[in-house]
């Protein structure tokens, strides 16, 4: 294996415990401008402590999404996710656990939404879960499974929250896993059929869909690492999973512009902004990483075709990819789209032998927290990708504060932090509508299980209270001063 290929393997992305710790030195991002960190975004930082206003109109939001909060997993017709399946095998999840109950969501809903509203958010970004909506391999839609999102959207709808609404966050129904899942070409048709009938429902209401959650992550932890669901380790499978995930967006975009719904409809990239540890690193190896960690996911999408130049990927990815690609889908694929979504937790910083730790470590252990990174993200997609309206739908962080659970200082200056890159990325031009923080509660963290919390707001697992941390009560108020004040 060459070491472009295993770099590439390696997945220099999240969820990968990163070790060595390099001194700062020169670091530019790649296809962001040479400036190094703490030059224009950090000056501007220091010259001030006024609020740092945001557009007006700005959606203030929080994310969720269905397996990590529902629980319920059998009510109203729902089957299997392939997630229900992962987890059943208790060796996957770090403390044996599983979302049989999560938060309770499915039946809590609109005690939730009571939370929602008195923290003034006004926007709302949860999951639909296919196997609800189609439980079967007959393809019956299963209406009392979409009487629960109608009444979610109502419900949020009566409380003056926008609902936006991921039509696919990892939980794959399990019959469709077994006709071969996203490896399967079909599965681009099976994802518009779903998609329809859930447009044709709550498609006079919805004001944003995304359609896939995080591509990049089901390719590298569920196809390349084996570490999430389907749990498979297959560079070439992988290859193919990628393609037909992206045809399956634009086959979705494609069945949301013929239903008339009223809203937005994007995708959710998970970014990762690549820096040099340090001068040795050769430009072309950032540059591979950079391929791996966005270009791959952006452009055919966004540019209309995939980056040409693979040869940094592992062959057996590039294969795959290769092997499922027809002519017809590059443009199905890059189908007009309203906004970028994004999630943006970490940058990758690349070493000549592998990923590099920088900067602080969440308790996740594969977070580093770097703001600009965030700032470096916007800026990059209004320059380098016709200037997109872009929405960040998740970004957060888990709480390690320790001994007072519900006073997470931490989350509060992480949001902080971030929230002030990305006004300054708007400042400098970037066309941001809104931000959701990840997430309004602590959850099923996928094979984290309940060790991470990244709630706002606090949950007892055993009595399913919920309590506001102080992070709640400061967002509510960077909401109402729409700024944040440094
Ligand atoms: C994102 C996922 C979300 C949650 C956060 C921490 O990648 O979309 O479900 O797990 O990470």
Redesign the pocket.
Known sequence: MTRSSELAQRGIG?RQLLGGCLAASSMAAVGCTARAPGTSMHSAEASTTMPRPFPSGFAWGVAT?AF?IEGSLTSDGRTASIWDTYTADKAHVADRSNATVACDHYRRWEADLDLMKQLGLGSYRFSIAWPRIVPANDRRINSAGLAFYDRLVDGLVARGITPVATLF?WDLPQYLQDAGGWENRDSAGWFADYAQAVFAKLGDRVGSWATI??TK?IVQMGYQQGTMAPGQRDARVSGRVMHHLNLAHGRAVQAFRASGAVGRIGPCF?VAPCYPADASVPPEVVDGIDLQENRLYLDPLLRGGYPTKLDRLDPGFVAGLNSAVRPEDAAVIAGKVDFVGL?Y?SPAIVGSTGPVQRYPVASNHWQQIFPQGLYDVLTRLHREYDDPSIVVL?N?VPDDSGEDPVNDQRRIEFLRSHLVAAQQAVADGARLTGYHA?SLLDNF??AQGYTQR?GLVRVDFDTQSRTRKASAAWYAKVIAANAVTV
Do not use: K, L, P, V
């Open positions: 999240r999404s990590q966050h959650n995080e992550i998970a999630t937790y998740e957060g990840w963290e996928w990244y």
